[in-house]
């Protein structure tokens, strides 16, 4: 049974860092794309990163992308996301997910074949 299990979410204050990471079980996703998303209730679930196979090639939501930076380790089959210069907009439930989309897609939640049950981000004013 596969699992995505993310942590590091957490309160911080607004400035300030946090580093996410998703530990990923039951198969191998070296082969695959990987992802960050995240969600703020009643609002739709937003791309955030996501990254190739092999961590070569990152794209990023014009929101956080020059804050934030999504990196791999597949030989310990984990996925981070470094956060920095947090804003209270950025509060939100934030998901890992895995494999399934192709270049063109990367961004699309729905082509995404595997997530993690979230780890909650809150930004202090």
């Known amino acids: 049974q596969v699992h995505l299990v993310e942590s590091g979410g957490g309160l911080v204050q607004a400035g300030g860092s946090l580093r996410l990471s998703c530990v990923a079980s039951?198969?191998?996703?070296?082969?695959?794309?990987m992802a960050w998303f995240r969600q703020v209730p009643g609002n739709e679930r937003e791309f955030v990163a996501t990254?190739?196979?092999?961590?070569?090639?990152?794209d990023y939501a014009d929101s956080v992308a020059d804050r934030f930076t999504i990196s791999r380790d597949n030989s310990k089959n984990t996925l981070y996301l470094e956060m920095n210069n947090l804003k209270p907009e950025d509060t939100a439930v934030y998901y890992c997910?895995?494999?399934?989309?192709?270049?063109?897609?990367?961004?699309?939640?729905?082509?995404?074949?595997?997530w993690g049950q979230g780890t909650q981000v809150t930004v202090s004013s």
């Open positions: 997910a895995a494999a399934g989309p192709t270049w063109p897609v990367r961004r699309v939640k729905y082509k995404y074949e595997y």
């Open positions: 039951g198969r191998s996703f070296s082969r695959d794309f």
């Open positions: 990254c190739t196979y092999n961590g070569g090639i990152t």
